[in-house]
């Protein structure tokens, strides 16, 4: 996973706890729930996105070494 997808990853991992911390401390009475979902769903479409990149490296990489072999 890249450095930005890794700040990323974490500001969304800050704003999930963000949603059910109150800013004075303690938990809220009334968990801010847009919040949480928007940075889970943000998660894991950087989870799937740094996945799909990985895959596509591997793939190349693999495309180099058959071609490498075959000469």
């Known amino acids: 996973m890249g450095k930005y ?3 990323v990853l974490a500001m969304m991992i800050v704003g999930m706890a963000i949603a059910f911390l109150s800013p004075f401390g303690g938990a809220r009475d009334e968990p801010f729930y847009p919040l949480f979902w928007a ?3 943000g998660a ?3 989870i799937i996105y740094s996945s799909y990149q990985n895959r596509k490296a591997q793939q190349k ?3 180099e070494r058959r071609k490498k ?3």
Do not use: F, Q, T
């Open 69 to 71: 072999y075959k000469k």
């Open 39 to 41: 940075s889970v769903g």
């Open 44 to 46: 894991i479409v950087v």
């Open 61 to 63: 990489l693999r495309r």
């Open 5 to 7: 997808l890794m700040v």
